[in-house]
């Protein structure tokens, strides 16, 4: 089991920053390549951004390519989503989720195993 906990949404303004922090339990924590994944009302839930347990190699969707960030201390067991330049197509719950594999496809919501409850981003325009 790796308990997670999202925190640091809000209600921003378009072109404003946020960061989502995601706490992680268990020792086992640095095994787990994690994801963002964000739903939006009426909307699947779709792939933000990923990152391998080592944190050597990052994922992005194209639509947040080159505005948000995934970053992990494994030595503090969070994982964190540094986002700019927001729209208010970035309105969504963000959800943090982790992976017991290695490789495979970082964007599928089933290749993750645990998620959190998810924190609210909204983006007014």
């Known amino acids: 089991q790796v308990p997670l906990v999202e925190s640091g949404g809000g209600l921003v303004q378009a072109g404003d920053s946020l960061r989502l922090s995601c706490a992680a339990s268990?020792?086992?924590?640095?095994?787990?390549?994690m994801g963002w994944f964000r739903q939006a009302p009426g909307k699947e839930r779709e792939f933000v951004a990923a990152?391998?347990?080592?944190?050597?190699?990052?994922y992005y969707a194209d639509s947040v390519k080159g505005r948000f960030t995934i970053s992990r201390d494994n030595a503090g067991n969070m994982v964190y989503l540094i986002m700019n330049r927001l729209k208010p197509e970035d309105t969504a719950v963000y959800y943090c989720?982790?992976?017991?594999?290695?490789?495979?496809?970082?964007?599928?919501?089933?290749?993750?195993?645990?998620w959190g409850q998810g924190t609210q981003v909204t983006v007014s325009s």
């Open positions: 989720a982790a992976s017991p594999y290695s490789g495979g496809s970082y964007s599928s919501p089933g290749y993750y195993t645990y």
């Open positions: 990152i391998t347990w080592s944190g050597g190699r990052t």
């Open positions: 268990g020792r086992t924590f640095t095994r787990y390549a």
